[in-house]
Protein backbone atom coordinates (compact mmCIF):
# COMPACT_ATOMS: atom_id res chain seq x y z
CA UNK A 1 0.00 0.00 0.00
CA UNK A 2 3.25 2.19 0.56
CA UNK A 3 4.25 1.63 -2.84
CA UNK A 4 0.50 2.40 -4.18
CA UNK A 5 0.72 5.96 -1.90
CA UNK A 6 4.17 6.42 -3.25
CA UNK A 7 3.48 6.26 -6.85
CA UNK A 8 0.28 8.44 -6.65
CA UNK A 9 2.31 10.87 -5.07
CA UNK A 10 4.92 10.88 -8.27
CA UNK A 11 2.12 11.28 -10.55
CA UNK A 12 0.19 13.98 -8.89
CA UNK A 13 3.43 15.59 -8.40
CA UNK A 14 4.78 15.12 -12.50
CA UNK A 15 1.17 16.53 -13.04
CA UNK A 16 1.84 19.57 -10.84
CA UNK A 17 4.90 20.20 -12.37
CA UNK A 18 3.83 19.34 -16.05
CA UNK A 19 1.02 22.03 -15.57
CA UNK A 20 3.47 24.58 -14.33
CA UNK A 21 5.79 24.08 -17.52
CA UNK A 22 2.63 24.56 -19.34
CA UNK A 23 1.39 27.60 -17.78
CA UNK A 24 5.24 29.05 -17.95
CA UNK A 25 5.67 28.26 -21.33
CA UNK A 26 2.25 29.88 -22.44
CA UNK A 27 3.10 33.30 -20.45
CA UNK A 28 6.60 33.03 -21.49
CA UNK A 29 5.14 32.96 -25.17
CA UNK A 30 2.16 35.05 -25.20
CA UNK A 31 4.47 37.97 -23.27
CA UNK A 32 6.60 38.12 -26.75
CA UNK A 33 3.32 38.59 -28.72
CA UNK A 34 2.74 41.95 -26.72
CA UNK A 35 5.83 43.41 -27.15
CA UNK A 36 6.05 46.08 -30.08
CA UNK A 37 8.85 45.15 -32.21
CA UNK A 38 8.84 48.31 -34.05
CA UNK A 39 12.00 50.16 -33.67
CA UNK A 40 10.89 54.05 -34.59
CA UNK A 41 8.48 56.23 -34.38
CA UNK A 42 6.40 59.42 -36.25
CA UNK A 43 3.81 61.85 -35.47
CA UNK A 44 1.91 65.04 -36.09
CA UNK A 45 -0.69 67.21 -34.43
CA UNK A 46 -4.52 66.89 -35.00
CA UNK A 47 -5.88 70.55 -35.98
CA UNK A 48 -9.29 70.66 -33.96
CA UNK A 49 -11.47 73.86 -34.85
CA UNK A 50 -15.28 74.99 -34.52
CA UNK A 51 -17.14 78.12 -35.47
CA UNK A 52 -19.84 79.36 -32.80
CA UNK A 53 -22.78 80.91 -34.87
CA UNK A 54 -25.19 83.55 -34.02
CA UNK A 55 -28.66 81.65 -32.92
CA UNK A 56 -31.92 83.36 -31.69
CA UNK A 57 -34.92 82.58 -30.26
CA UNK A 58 -37.83 84.79 -29.43
CA UNK A 59 -41.23 84.48 -27.27
CA UNK A 60 -43.42 87.51 -27.74
CA UNK A 61 -46.07 87.63 -24.73
CA UNK A 62 -49.35 88.52 -24.94
CA UNK A 63 -50.74 92.41 -24.52
CA UNK A 64 -54.20 92.38 -22.68
CA UNK A 65 -55.52 95.43 -22.55
CA UNK A 66 -58.46 93.89 -19.90
CA UNK A 67 -61.75 96.33 -20.16
CA UNK A 68 -61.87 99.62 -21.84
CA UNK A 69 -64.29 102.29 -20.87
CA UNK A 70 -65.25 104.90 -24.34
CA UNK A 71 -66.29 107.29 -21.74
CA UNK A 72 -63.30 107.59 -19.51
CA UNK A 73 -60.89 110.41 -19.83
CA UNK A 74 -58.13 108.12 -19.46
CA UNK A 75 -56.09 106.47 -22.06
CA UNK A 76 -55.50 102.52 -21.78
CA UNK A 77 -52.02 101.13 -20.55
CA UNK A 78 -50.45 98.28 -20.56
CA UNK A 79 -47.17 96.31 -20.97
CA UNK A 80 -46.02 93.22 -22.84
CA UNK A 81 -42.72 90.77 -22.10
CA UNK A 82 -40.81 89.93 -25.22
CA UNK A 83 -38.05 87.48 -24.70
CA UNK A 84 -35.11 86.99 -26.53
CA UNK A 85 -32.46 84.56 -26.07
CA UNK A 86 -29.54 84.69 -28.37
CA UNK A 87 -26.01 83.35 -28.09
CA UNK A 88 -23.80 85.67 -26.50
CA UNK A 89 -22.20 88.41 -27.95
CA UNK A 90 -25.11 87.99 -30.83
CA UNK A 91 -26.14 91.56 -32.17
CA UNK A 92 -29.84 91.40 -32.93
CA UNK A 93 -33.06 93.83 -33.37
CA UNK A 94 -36.67 93.38 -32.84
CA UNK A 95 -39.06 94.60 -34.75
CA UNK A 96 -43.14 94.31 -35.42
CA UNK A 97 -45.27 94.69 -38.31
CA UNK A 98 -48.44 96.91 -38.73
CA UNK A 99 -50.55 94.10 -37.19
CA UNK A 100 -53.42 92.26 -39.44
CA UNK A 101 -56.07 95.27 -39.39
CA UNK A 102 -53.71 98.07 -39.91
CA UNK A 103 -55.16 101.41 -40.59
CA UNK A 104 -55.50 103.71 -43.57
CA UNK A 105 -51.75 105.47 -43.91
CA UNK A 106 -49.91 102.76 -41.92
CA UNK A 107 -46.73 102.13 -42.70
CA UNK A 108 -43.55 99.87 -41.18
CA UNK A 109 -41.79 103.23 -39.54
CA UNK A 110 -45.63 104.62 -38.49
CA UNK A 111 -48.33 101.93 -38.20
CA UNK A 112 -51.28 102.50 -37.66
CA UNK A 113 -52.36 99.88 -35.21
CA UNK A 114 -56.24 98.16 -34.72
CA UNK A 115 -57.83 96.02 -33.30
CA UNK A 116 -61.18 94.71 -34.93
CA UNK A 117 -64.34 93.91 -32.77
CA UNK A 118 -66.42 90.88 -33.31
CA UNK A 119 -68.76 93.40 -34.72
CA UNK A 120 -66.32 94.25 -37.80
CA UNK A 121 -65.82 98.30 -36.01
CA UNK A 122 -62.30 99.27 -34.84
CA UNK A 123 -60.64 100.11 -31.81
CA UNK A 124 -56.91 102.06 -32.20
CA UNK A 125 -53.99 101.13 -30.28
CA UNK A 126 -50.41 102.08 -30.59
CA UNK A 127 -47.04 100.15 -29.23
CA UNK A 128 -43.93 101.65 -27.68
CA UNK A 129 -40.82 100.89 -26.79
CA UNK A 130 -40.45 103.09 -24.01
CA UNK A 131 -42.21 103.95 -21.23
CA UNK A 132 -43.06 107.39 -22.02
CA UNK A 133 -45.31 106.32 -24.77
CA UNK A 134 -43.26 108.63 -27.38
CA UNK A 135 -41.11 105.95 -29.65
CA UNK A 136 -43.55 103.82 -31.81
CA UNK A 137 -42.45 100.19 -32.40
CA UNK A 138 -42.92 99.75 -35.96
CA UNK A 139 -40.20 97.83 -38.46
CA UNK A 140 -37.86 100.06 -39.46
CA UNK A 141 -34.19 100.48 -38.52
CA UNK A 142 -34.59 103.81 -36.58
CA UNK A 143 -38.33 102.26 -34.77
CA UNK A 144 -36.66 98.59 -34.28
CA UNK A 145 -35.09 97.57 -30.55
CA UNK A 146 -31.72 97.06 -30.56
CA UNK A 147 -30.27 93.65 -28.12
CA UNK A 148 -26.85 92.22 -27.17
CA UNK A 149 -27.60 88.05 -26.67
CA UNK A 150 -25.91 87.11 -23.20
CA UNK A 151 -27.28 83.32 -24.06
CA UNK A 152 -29.74 83.28 -21.19
CA UNK A 153 -33.38 85.33 -22.21
CA UNK A 154 -33.03 89.78 -22.60
CA UNK A 155 -36.48 90.86 -21.79
CA UNK A 156 -37.64 93.62 -23.68
CA UNK A 157 -40.55 95.90 -22.51
CA UNK A 158 -43.59 96.79 -25.29
CA UNK A 159 -45.84 99.23 -23.90
CA UNK A 160 -49.58 99.67 -24.95
CA UNK A 161 -51.88 102.36 -25.05
CA UNK A 162 -55.68 102.69 -26.22
CA UNK A 163 -56.26 106.47 -26.67
CA UNK A 164 -59.15 107.81 -24.25
CA UNK A 165 -62.39 108.82 -25.78
CA UNK A 166 -62.84 106.62 -28.54
CA UNK A 167 -66.27 105.93 -30.03
CA UNK A 168 -66.30 102.00 -29.45
CA UNK A 169 -69.29 99.26 -29.32
CA UNK A 170 -69.87 96.83 -26.73
CA UNK A 171 -68.01 94.19 -27.94
CA UNK A 172 -64.38 91.72 -27.63
CA UNK A 173 -62.09 93.47 -29.87
CA UNK A 174 -58.52 91.57 -30.77
CA UNK A 175 -55.48 91.92 -33.21
CA UNK A 176 -52.21 90.04 -34.09
CA UNK A 177 -49.14 92.08 -34.69
CA UNK A 178 -45.62 90.03 -36.08
CA UNK A 179 -42.73 90.18 -34.05
CA UNK A 180 -39.20 89.90 -35.54
CA UNK A 181 -36.28 89.10 -34.22
CA UNK A 182 -33.77 89.38 -36.56
CA UNK A 183 -29.91 88.97 -35.82
Known amino acids: MIHNEERMMKIKINQSNIKLAMLSTLLIGSAGFSVNGYAATASDN ?96 ATDVAITGTGSAVNSTAYGKVTAGQAANVTTFADSVVVTLTY
Open 46 to 141: MGVTTQVIAACSINAGNMEFGNYDPTSADDLTVSATIASTCTSGAAATISMGEGSFAGTGSTTAAPVRRMIGADGSYLNYAVYSDSGYSAVWGGTD
